[in-house]
């Protein structure tokens, strides 16, 4: 119930911001003098409808996606004591977190790495990587598992999914008053809509995605550190530390494909604007942020 009252609570607050910035800067009056007959309001409704559908599409098909992409074998009877070890393990926690079983998989990879995914906490999915299991102790791995439970009880897929609809929603209908603006005002467009309508539309389309994935990637930072307490509480804060430190000894932390990089445990380093769009923060200030708690 929370998670659908915050949706439509994000999705009702867009709606007033824009409107409210748009009265306060004038833009409606200029676009109006300038004899743009946009419907703002008819434009606004259709970019959150395909910002907030995108969204939610795409987090709806997130688990089937992750087993077809990512080849993620869920255990359905353990075949050996690692796989019952998991499932064991990924249970407890479950109940401890007070959230569903989730189905537990693996799949085939050298880094060490996990996720979780799915649109339901109770309906969700956490996976491993074989790397993951032959790289780290059975303690660390508990405290990684710990980790992605975590983002399940919190929430994390459903609040990204909020959040990546709110950016959506913005750089549709940014790019098409742009867009709009410069096929009537500067082109002289009267009628229908000229080629710059589209060729601008698409071209601020692609600068505005780029602004917002530091703002959804700088949500998915902060998110990492309350699932690195959430692990530590379904483990033990020295657990998690030492899963950190485990993940830290690779050079090169390799991030997961496309949307699913953002609910594993680990991420590539950056630096500089690199680090802008750092799905994770470093793990070295994760493991400072651990060993700060009181």
């Known amino acids: 119930m929370m998670r659908i009252l915050l949706f439509l609570a994000t999705n009702a607050a867009v709606l007033v911001l824009i409107s409210i910035v748009f009265q306060i800067f004038g833009f409606e009056g200029i676009l109006a003098e300038n004899g743009v007959d946009l419907n703002l309001q008819a434009l606004l409704v259709l970019s959150a409808v395909i910002g907030f559908g995108g ?27 690692t796989e019952q070890w998991l499932l064991t393990t990924v249970q407890r926690q479950a109940e401890e977190a007070r959230i569903g079983m989730p189905e537990v998989g693996i799949f085939n990879s050298p880094d060490p790495n996990a996720f979780a995914t799915g649109w339901n906490r109770n309906k969700a999915l956490v996976a491993v990587s074989t790397g993951l299991l032959q790289n780290m102790k059975p303690e660390e791995v508990e405290a990684v ?10 929430g994390d897929m459903v609040t990204m999914g909020l959040i990546q609809g709110v950016v959506n929603t913005f750089v549709i209908f940014l ?119 009181v």
């Open 55 to 81: 969204s939610f599409i795409s987090l709806a098909l997130s688990k089937f996606m992750a087993k077809r992409s990512m080849g993620v074998q869920i255990i359905e009877q353990p075949r050996n004591n």
């Open 145 to 154: 598992l710990g980790h992605e439970v975590s983002h399940v009880a919190n």
């Open 175 to 293: 790019s098409r008053i742009i867009g709009h603006v410069v096929d009537r005002v500067v082109f002289k467009t009267e009628r229908g809509y000229g080629p710059a309508y589209f060729i601008t539309s698409i071209v601020a389309q692609i600068f505005l995605s780029i602004l917002a994935s530091m703002i959804v990637m700088w949500f998915s930072r902060r998110r990492e550190f309350r699932a690195d307490a959430g692990g530590a509480n379904l483990s033990s804060r020295q657990k998690m530390i030492d899963a950190l430190r485990a993940l830290q000894r690779k050079a090169e932390p390799v991030d997961l494909p496309g949307e699913f990089a953002a609910f594993g445990i680990s991420g590539s380093l950056g630096s500089g604007m690199k680090r802008l769009f750092m799905s994770h923060p470093p793990l070295e200030e994760r493991i400072l942020a651990l060993e700060s708690v």
